[in-house]
């Protein structure tokens, strides 16, 4: 059986720059977790095995702390490097399926039918927006496993996303696409075959995607055109 081929296909930008600065504010963080619990863990262990005498806290406390600002970074940024190269949307007739990595570590595959996307909404930080990226966030209610994991957010999250491709106006046009079956003029460039609508009424489906309501009315594809009827005499 031959393989579906996507109508769309989004991978998120790896960006060395914006990695970077991400490290050092992790590592901000990260390494005051570091410090205090695993300085801590390690100066109680030596206290229990009687070795406190022989190592002074600020040695300990001291250890962890070159090693997590000289570790965090390069592991923060070759972690989001090796995520980012194996992630993956991709957009068929009816639904989506994913495959990214929360906090970079745990992989999450799944599937998304467009007629459970609420919203479909664009933003970018001030560090993205230096590096021309944006993230596309797609809300699903009740969205199994709570989606991407970000508190208060339900759905899928493509995150640092070349705002030269125009990806928002693909995604809503391959959403849009699921209901009326007309095969955006991009994808129609690209040689993708026509798809089926999802639905057979012109209507769409309670809590589905918002779209224009001329998105729901019947229209045929304007680059095909019914031949010509000959009359006879």
Known sequence: ????????????QFDPGLSMV???????????????????????????????????PSVVFGFYLVLSLAGLPPLYYELKKRAFQRTLYNFYDDYIDFQYFHWYLNRRRGRVWYRDIADVTQHATALQEHQRLTTILLYVPNMAGGGYGQRGFSGVKMEDLQQSKGYLTKVMDVLEMGYTGVLPAWARNAGQPAPRPMFAEAEPPPG??????????AKADPAVTEPPVVQKS
């Open 22 to 56: 991400q490290s050092l504010l992790v590592t901000a963080v990260g390494f005051i977790l570091v410090t205090g619990i695993g300085g801590l863990f390690t100066y109680l262990l030596l206290i229990l095995l009687s070795l406190s005498n022989f190592v002074s």
């Open 208 to 217: 589905g995607f918002a779209l224009p309501p001329e998105a729901y009315a």
């Open 1 to 12: 059986m031959e393989k579906k081929r996507p109508i769309l296909s989004i991978r998120p």
